[in-house]
């Protein structure tokens, strides 16, 4: 088990299987992926969304992490952004040797953003927090309706509301919020919410331990030096090959940086190519409100949307 994992954590559809790639292959090892998902924790509803204030909960999750970084857990899913697709066609030797001959570096995951303090308390780990434009997070979310698979949208809400917007830590700061997140009812009223409410508890819980934010749009705008920055945070120098950041995340045609005539499309439309033809004016206009709502702010002081 590594002395002090790196965790990438981030909102769904934000970016962080992008990140985990880039920080693995530049560093040589193994950022697993997803351990909190229900194919590989068998009580992933329960700690959905939660803090693990509970002694029994924390416990359970202390096994459960300690086991899967040391390597003794080797369900196939933890290397899902490491192997063929569809997994079930990779031959069982294959996935033995991986696990045999690759170092673990830590994991990512998307329904932990709210274990900050747990994961810095219990496993000292090198936290990398990474949030992407909301408009561009709730586009990604409408071309991917089986996101919320997992437990259902409805319950997905449901454990939000119960563990994050009821929880009495967070009563506090989201209490100048309670007017937006009851007005909430549509399924993108709700994803907006989870996403401010989500940003707005990790910042503060970021800034209380004195750690950065990084964001998806540097990676996408400035990969190099914004790659760079990103390894020396973590501790390493290393050196930054292409394939590092291009692939296998950044073949798409909208994310090709200048090698082919699809950069001119990004040079006239900027961010926008996210969500354009994806979100609707209402659509852009109930996000752009509500984000404006939690008072949220992007990394140069403006409002977000």
């Not at 030797?93 to 274990?115: N, P, S, Y």
């Not at 790659?227 to 590092?244: E, K, N, V």
Request: glycine share 4%; with cysteine; proline share 5%.
């Amino acid at each position: 088990m590594p002395s002090s994992p790196i965790i990438v954590l981030s909102f769904g559809r934000s970016g962080s299987t992008w990140v985990s790639d880039i920080i693995s292959k530049s560093l040589g090892g193994l950022l697993l992926f997803e351990p909190l998902h229900p194919e590989t924790c068998s009580f992933a509803a329960e700690i959905c969304y939660g803090d693990a204030a509970d002694p029994a909960m924390s416990e359970r999750l202390a096994g459960l992490l300690a086991g899967i970084l040391a390597k003794q857990d080797r369900n196939r899913w933890l290397l899902r952004n490491h192997l063929f697709s569809p997994l079930e066609e990779v031959s069982q030797t294959f996935v033995d040797t991986v696990w045999d001959e690759c170092e673990i570096l830590g994991f990512k995951e998307i329904r932990a953003t709210f274990l900050i303090d747990w994961l810095l308390a219990h496993l000292h780990a090198r936290i990398v927090y990474l949030v992407r434009h909301p408009y561009a997070v709730i586009a990604s979310l409408h071309r991917r309706r089986n996101f919320w698979n997992e437990f259902g949208f409805a319950r997905h809400w449901r454990l939000f509301q119960e563990r994050v917007l009821l929880n009495p830590r967070h009563q506090a700061l989201l209490q100048p919020y309670q007017p937006i997140i009851a007005a909430a009812q549509t399924q993108t009223e709700r994803e907006t919410v989870m996403w401010a409410a989500t940003h707005k508890i990790a910042s503060a819980d970021l800034a209380r331990h004195g750690l950065p934010i990084f964001h998806y749009e540097d990676f996408y705008e400035k990969p190099f030096p914004t790659t760079r920055a990103l390894l020396s945070y973590l501790g390493h120098d290393a050196s930054i090959h292409p394939a590092h950041i291009f692939v296998p995340s950044m073949t798409t045609i909208r994310t090709v940086h200048g090698l082919s005539a699809s950069e001119s499309d990004y040079s006239r439309k900027g961010l926008a190519i996210f969500w354009q033809d994806i979100l609707s004016p209402t659509n852009l206009r109930v996000i752009g409100e509500i984000v404006q709502a939690f008072d949220i702010h992007d990394y140069d002081g403006r409002l977000w949307a």
